[in-house]
T-cell receptor, first 111, second 111 residues
Framework: DVKVTQSSRYLVKRTGEKVFLECVQDMDHENMFWYRQDPGLGLRLIYFSYDVKMKEKGDIPEGYSVSREKKERFSLILESASTNQTSMYLC????FGKGAFFGQGTRLTVV | QQPVQSPQAVILREGEDAVINCSSSKALYSVHWYRQKHGEAPVFLMILLKGGEQKGHDKISASFNEKKQQSSLYLTASQLSYSGTYFCGTDASRGAQKLVFGQGTRLTINP
């Protein structure tokens, strides 16, 4: 079974903190994604990576950065967390031309 | 830009049929469909590649009209287990599978 593992299910951080969300996949997928999910807004793409060290901005990259130093790991970084970044964050991975597999999500609360 | 899904919500009785539509303003290489149950990660259902194909398994099928940049998901003789939120994901980047999702359609099946 494909596994996409996110490091935390729940996180509470203070405004202004630097936050790292980690995602690891075990299927050698080329593509990895970070989305945020908010009620009524669906899944919005933050960043996308199609290879190690390669990244592309999604629809809402402001306030976020990413790192992909190894093929299996894709990190989302909130440089200075703000309350409007309180959300559910979902990581996913896929082979090109195939369906994506999602992690269980990290519910981040910024206070 | 996110694709647009319609309707936003559907309530059915068990055994009834449903159609969920997805449209994009961009030329698409592929369309994905996913289902998310409450509190769980989205799960891949099927992918339709450029070529106007129709796919399906069991009583869930989908079509892709590449000229209109539209896809439809068909659920026939719905079962209680079909309840959840359905998302279409579109890929307008042939070389990279940058997957952008719609806002979702909430499907409720009542006995």
């Amino acid at each position: 079974d494909v596994k996409v593992t996110q490091s935390s299910r729940y996180l509470v951080k203070r405004t202004g903190e630097k936050v790292f969300l980690e995602c690891v996949q075990d299927m050698d997928h080329e593509n990895m994604f970070w989305y945020r999910q908010d009620p009524g807004l669906g899944l919005r793409l933050i960043y996308f990576s199609y290879d190690v060290k390669m990244k592309e901005k999604g629809d809402i990259p402001e306030g976020y950065s990413v790192s992909r130093e190894k093929k299996e790991r894709f990190s989302l970084i909130l440089e200075s967390a703000s309350t409007n970044q309180t959300s559910m964050y979902l990581c996913a991975s896929s082979f090109f031309g195939k369906g994506a597999f999602f992690g269980q999500g990290t519910r981040l609360t910024v206070v | 830009q996110q694709p647009v899904q319609s309707p936003q919500a559907v309530i059915l009785r068990e055994g009834e049929d449903a159609v969920i539509n997805c449209s994009s303003s961009k030329a698409l290489y592929s369309v994905h469909w996913y289902r998310q149950k409450h509190g769980e990660a989205p799960v891949f259902l099927m992918i339709l590649l450029k070529g106007g194909e129709q796919k399906g398994h069991d009583k869930i099928s989908a079509s892709f009209n590449e000229k209109k940049q539209q896809s439809s998901l068909y659920l026939t003789a719905s079962q209680l287990s079909y309840s959840g939120t359905y998302f279409c994901g579109t890929d307008a980047s042939r070389g990279a599978q940058k997957l952008v999702f719609g806002q979702g359609t909430r499907l409720t099946i009542n006995p």
